[in-house]
């Protein structure tokens, strides 16, 4: 693995701008944060008072933790697409299928 540190190109004024929008997408993941805890909370809720889940909440929690994830790869300059509100938020064409079954053992 190398571990090599590259010098950048762009200047400094370029690299705040880019600073200022992680700011602003690290509060929509805390927001995020938030809003996915709770809906794990009702969906457990959910489950237990019904045995079964919903889907329409699965699949707008899969779409959240995709947005999530596209947060953390741009903060942390693993990606250069900028994420929901600078860009489009992703749709169920972007996300990994949700698990069939879900099992518990």
């Known amino acids: 693995m190398s571990t090599e540190t590259r010098a950048t190109t762009v200047n400094r004024g370029e ?5 200022i929008v992680t700011l602003v997408c690290l509060i929509f993941f ?11 909370l009702f969906q457990y809720g959910y ?6 889940r919903s889907e329409p909440l699965r699949r707008a929690c899969n779409a959240l933790s995709l947005y999530g994830y596209r ?27 949700p698990a069939k079954q879900v099992q518990f053992r």
């Open 47 to 52: 489950l237990l008072a019904a045995k079964k």
């Open 30 to 40: 805390e927001v995020l944060t938030l809003i996915l805890e709770v809906a794990t």
């Open 71 to 97: 947060i953390m790869r741009y903060a942390t300059l693993n990606d250069n697409r900028r994420p929901f509100p600078f860009a489009e938020f992703p749709g169920d064409e972007d996300c990994e299928p």
């Open 15 to 19: 690299i705040l701008k880019r600073f």
